[in-house]
């Protein structure tokens, strides 16, 4: 393809989800271009295996406005994104919704006042993507607001209400305490520190329920991190996604005596041997917060 050695990771990725998801994600995950990526499919035959039969299609024109199109997408063992655009090329997509001249009247006059897409949609009864389709053809500016969605000064003056009105009810000052209570209450239910961020308490729920050490790799899986991101090399490589005031998760909790590990306890075998890595398990501290709570409550709530 491009001289450079595709990794059987990197081919298995590409094998499950090309067609199901955008080429560029794909080409992101393994660390290729997007040319890459698709040069691979078709050379492996990847690319038409997603194509549709004349009686799938058959089956769309049928159901598709009837049925939600993941619904279809489930049925026919398609991706969602196909279903829509055989929809579209088959001629039984919903067409934009039509306007009156004196909805077209108004979305000048609001447009020039200021308002955003989303307060002028309600006011003619459209939604914001076409409403800014409306104000492109009918050469009316776009509202620039520097951010990636359009909101006019109604708009943030309506979510301040709302947030102020939760904050009142709540009892908080701002909405980081909202955030910090949240985090605080959900340690707190699951019988850890107050301080802990939510993941720090998944991972001590998870080898508190499991009992046995596990790698970072395992970790992140079963608290439902990603761990599908390759490196250079072509090995899987967990997301950095983790720091925080207190550092990486279980840098954290091992300084507080809630996590400890094994150095270089799990040996990796076959490809990539000679390579190991670290064993976490519960600390001294985190057991002896078991020990009380099953001392006091005889069946404790875990979420994971």
């Known amino acids: 393809m491009n001289g450079q050695r595709w990794h059987k990771r990197q081919i298995d990725f590409v094998r499950t989800h090309y067609g199901k998801l955008p080429v560029q994600w794909i080409a992101n995950v393994v660390r290729r271009t997007p040319l890459a990526v698709k040069s691979y499919a078709t050379a492996h035959g990847l690319a038409s295996r997603h194509r549709l039969r004349p009686d799938q299609e058959a089956y769309i024109r049928e159901h598709y406005g009837k049925r939600p199109a993941a619904e279809i997408a489930a049925e026919l063992g398609k991706a969602v994104r196909t279903i829509w655009n055989a929809a579209r090329r088959l001629g039984v997509a919903k067409k934009g919704n039509k306007i009156t001249p004196a909805g077209k009247r108004t979305l000048c006059r609001m447009a020039r006042q200021g308002y955003c897409n989303r307060c002028i949609g309600r006011a ?65 239910e699951n019988g850890w520190p107050a301080n802990l961020r939510p993941r720090e308490v998944q991972i001590l729920n998870v080898l508190a329920t499991r009992g046995i050490p596990m790698t970072r790799l395992e970790l992140a899986a079963a608290i439902g991190m990603r761990t599908d991101r390759m490196g250079g090399n072509g090995t899987l490589a967990l997301l950095a ?42 600390g001294q501290r985190a057991l002896q917060i078991l020990e009380e709570r099953a001392r006091c409550v005889p069946t404790a709530k875990i979420s994971l």
């Open 241 to 282: 996604s983790c720091n925080g005031p207190g550092g990486t998760y279980t840098a954290s909790l091992m300084r507080q005596g809630l996590l400890a590990a094994i150095k270089r306890g799990a040996h990796v075998t076959g490809r990539g041997k000679g390579r190991s890595r670290d064993l976490y398990y519960l």
């Open 124 to 188: 003619i009864n459209l939604g914001r993507k076409e409403v800014r389709r409306w104000r492109g053809t009918l050469g009316v500016p776009q509202l620039r607001t520097g951010g990636a969605v359009d909101s006019c000064r109604t708009c943030k003056e309506r979510t301040r209400e709302g947030a102020r009105r939760q904050l009142e009810t709540a009892g908080l000052a701002n909405l980081a305490e909202v955030r910090s209570e949240a985090y605080r209450r959900y340690a707190v």
